[in-house]
């Protein structure tokens, strides 16, 4: 007679609040746009120039010490960005293995599948600082450029005027 | 009702239920005081770890299937090597009697062999000479399920506070609701021991234990 033992069973048993389930389509979604993310923020966190070049360019004299203190401070504490993405980045890769392409995982891994998503969202706003310098100049630019362009429409209105009488 | 009463609760009605099935269909046995000792030894080493697991009583042991037809819902009791879910590979246990049967495991009881109730569907054919996986295999861990959702949301609401922040409008997904749970038989695990030193076969006089019995 075929028999199992305790021993046995208990081999074989597995925990059955760590079954596998299937992955919610919206935390799938934002496992695969964290990986995207990922590796954007690698890229800019690694070719992000030192603020010092950027203040010496006659371009960044409106925010150049705002750029200056926000992209030292990155550029100072590169290494530790750019360890945390390679880190969250392969913690994907590690998780993409384990859930068959983000299909199916157990309770463990869903939380551990979101951790990356967490990742991204908090580096986006902090991404949008650094750049908020980089707009606000650009937008100072065009606000200067466009009071020129005013100034001299009106100028030659003037001029016109002046000449017609 | 704290957990440990609940459980002790949820087996004394249970081994009322299985102590009718198996010794009422069968005559009065013989029990030798060897098997007697060793019931006791059993019921001994779970004790002095804390736990308790009721002895449903004295039969022999059996292979195969055996139905019980006259309780309503109809039962199944058969060799565990004869479950379909064990025979693919893994037997899905809750972690609460999973770490009872380990503590009482590394308490030194053995069984010698390991049987499973499984309540039957009402459809059930007596005919039928097998079960099917279908009818024992345990429905998705709801608690994974509703956090999956829930992460799931949570990372829609992200998704959508940035696109609203850009000024673009995203559809966050409705929740369709909780998965739905198939009403899926209960699972019963007995354990059984014999004298020492006869081969556990067929018509050898066990005593039964009840080990775990729960709902999915």
């Known amino acids: ?165 | 009702m704290n957990t440990q009463s609940q459980t002790r609760a949820t087996l004394s009605s249970t081994a009322y239920l299985l102590r009718h099935m198996l010794v009422t269909s069968h005559r009065t046995i013989a029990i030798a005081t060897p098997l007697i000792e060793r019931a006791e030894q059993v019921k001994y080493l779970a004790a002095m770890k804390g736990l308790s697991f009721p002895v449903l009583g004295a039969a022999p042991l059996f292979d195969g299937l055996k139905l019980v037809t006259s309780t309503t819902p109809a039962w199944a009791l058969y060799n565990l090597s004869h479950d379909p879910l064990w025979q693919t590979g893994s037997f899905p246990i809750p972690a609460k009697h999973l770490r009872r049967l380990r503590r009482l495991y590394r308490a030194g009881a053995e069984f010698d062999a390991l049987y499973v109730a499984h309540e039957l569907p009402p459809d059930f054919r007596p005919e039928q000479e097998h079960l099917e996986l279908s009818l024992v295999a345990p429905p998705p861990p709801v608690a994974a399920t509703r956090l999956s959702q829930r992460l799931g949301r949570t990372t829609d609401g992200i998704l959508a506070l940035y696109a609203a922040t850009l000024g673009k409008s995203i559809k966050v997904l409705a929740l369709t609701g909780a998965a739905g749970l198939l009403l899926l038989r209960d699972p019963i695990l007995m354990g059984t021991v014999i004298p020492p030193g006869i081969n556990p076969e067929p018509g050898v006089p066990a005593v039964w234990f009840l080990l775990a019995a729960w709902r999915w």
Request: contains cysteine; charged residues 15%.
């Open chain 1, 1 to 165: 007679m075929q028999r199992e033992t305790l021993g046995q069973f208990l081999q074989r048993a597995n925990v059955y609040e760590h079954t596998p389930v299937s992955i919610d389509p919206a935390l799938r979604r934002g496992a695969w746009l964290s990986w995207l993310m990922t590796s954007i923020y690698w890229v800019f966190y690694r070719y992000l120039p030192d603020g010092s070049v950027l203040v010496s360019s006659p371009f960044f004299r409106w925010t150049r010490r705002w750029l200056a203190d926000t992209w030292d401070f990155v550029a100072d504490h590169r290494q530790v960005f750019l360890t945390a993405c390679v880190f969250v980045f392969s913690m994907i890769l590690v998780l993409l293995a384990m859930t068959r392409g983000f299909r199916v995982a157990d309770i463990r891994l869903q939380i551990a599948l979101f951790t990356p998503v967490i990742f991204a969202a908090i580096n986006l706003p902090f991404i949008v600082t650094l750049l908020l310098p980089v707009l606000v100049n650009m937008l100072l630019w065009f606000c200067l450029a466009t009071l020129v362009l005013i100034a001299g429409v009106a100028l030659l209105g003037a001029l016109f005027w002046m000449a017609s009488r």
